[in-house]
């Protein structure tokens, strides 16, 4: 019997719980924004001037300054650093975007500290190779005299394409 009743007891309450949890949803499916529900008047007031609502997020996305760039009709795409511990090399992509072959003797880089913007190393890297009209070329070349880089990595600099020969 003691049991009977606290079951009885209960199910009233887990109902009410229950109503009350799906009683929201239903009014924020029916009614998007900000209102308050007049129990008096049995109306839903509009609060939207009350409420503010959050901004969907601008496009927050840096641009990634290893991405794409283009130096006279040749594109340098994927422009990274890779460091084994003992070497350092320069690694990317060099397509020619030209409408003539390409003769790519070498290409100049500069390597620019993201926090203050100056320039701490300058680099040519010989490649030595013919392009047709948009063929690609991958390369990964080691850069003996990069000494000025110190223990920088990809995250502390940016890698600008300045020229080719």
Wanted: a positive charge; aromatic letters at 10%.
């Amino acid at each position: 019997m003691f049991r009977c009743v606290k079951l009885i007891t209960a199910l009233p309450a887990i109902a009410l719980l229950s109503a009350f949890n799906l009683f929201p949803r239903a009014i924020a499916q029916e009614y998007p924004g900000c209102f308050q529900l007049n129990s008096e008047r049995k109306q839903y007031e509009s609060l939207d001037r009350l409420c503010r609502f959050p901004k969907p997020p601008e496009n927050t996305r840096k641009p990634d300054p290893f991405r794409v760039q283009l130096v006279n009709g040749l594109e340098l795409t994927g422009l990274a650093m890779e460091n084994t511990g003992t070497q350092r090399f320069l690694v990317g992509r060099l397509t020619n975007k030209q409408s003539k072959t390409a003769k790519v003797q070498s290409i100049s880089v500069q390597f620019i500290d993201k926090r203050d913007g100056a320039v701490v190393q300058f680099l040519t890297v010989q490649l030595g190779g013919v392009l047709a009209r948009n063929q690609g070329y991958e390369f990964r070349k080691i850069m003996d005299n990069a000494l000025q880089l110190g223990d920088r990595n990809n995250n502390d600099l940016s890698i600008k394409f300045l020229e080719w020969d």
